[in-house]
């Protein structure tokens, strides 16, 4: 079965770093893009960036960039998503997503099932 | 960036109803567009992608259409499943954006 399987909720203090993971079985993870989307709690979805795993090839959105950096592993299959100074606004779902391009599909078909990050003092 | 305006906000109707959404683009996506479902608690769920193509395994009653700037999602016999927070995507260009969502609740 395609699926992408997201790391545990984390609850942090201000300041402290985060990495999550995403990892994909079932698929050639390495030749896909791999996003990541932020959902604030009661928001709606808003997207971060994605990376190519094979050469790690990287968008980032313009209004997050800085604020985040996005890696991945293609020998464990794994996408990243890391802060390094975490802020109380970063408070929310975290999902990771496959971009389906190869069959045409162009979009996000696979989606994790969300790590929910919170941070407070 | 490209901004998506979905409308309406919320959405009351009853099992059976026919229901539509629209979603406007700033600027053309040509037929770049999707369209999620999602549930309190989940994952988004990918219904419809390059404005018409149904998802594998959606329903028949889920349907879209549209093109340039102007889409819309349409329900064509509501029922109790189809209960959730739909949102528009477009993925012409990055960033990708999505509109605000609209939530479809029971009237």
């Known amino acids: 079965e395609l699926q992408l399987v997201q790391s545990g909720a984390e609850v942090k203090k201000p300041g402290e770093a985060l990495k999550i993971s995403c990892k994909g079985s079932g698929h050639s993870f390495i030749n896909y893009w791999i996003g990541w989307v932020r959902q604030m709690p009661g928001k709606g979805l808003e997207w971060m960036g994605v990376i190519y795993p094979n050469n790690s090839d990287i968008r980032y959105s313009p209004s997050l960039q800085g604020q985040v950096t996005i890696s991945a592993d293609k020998s464990i299959s794994t996408a990243y998503l890391e802060w390094s100074s975490l802020k109380a606004s970063d408070t929310a779902m975290y999902f990771c997503?496959?971009?389906?391009?190869?069959?045409?599909?162009?979009?996000?078909?696979?989606w994790g099932q969300g790590t929910l990050v919170t941070v407070s003092s | 960036d490209i901004q998506m305006t979905q409308s309406p906000s919320t959405l009351s109707a009853s099992v059976g109803d026919r229901v539509t959404i629209t979603c406007r683009a700033s600027q053309s996506i040509s037929s770049w567009l999707a369209w999620y479902q999602q549930k309190p608690g989940k994952a988004p769920k990918l219904l419809i992608y390059k404005v018409s193509n149904l998802e594998s395994g959606v329903p028949s009653r889920f349907s879209g259409s549209g093109s340039g700037t102007e889409f819309s999602l349409t329900i064509s016999s509501l029922q109790p499943d189809d209960f959730a927070t739909y949102y528009c995507q477009q993925y012409k260009s990055y960033p990708w954006t999505f509109g605000q969502g609209t939530k479809v609740e029971i009237k």
């Open positions: 997503a496959r971009r389906d391009w190869n069959s045409g599909r162009g979009t996000f078909d696979i």
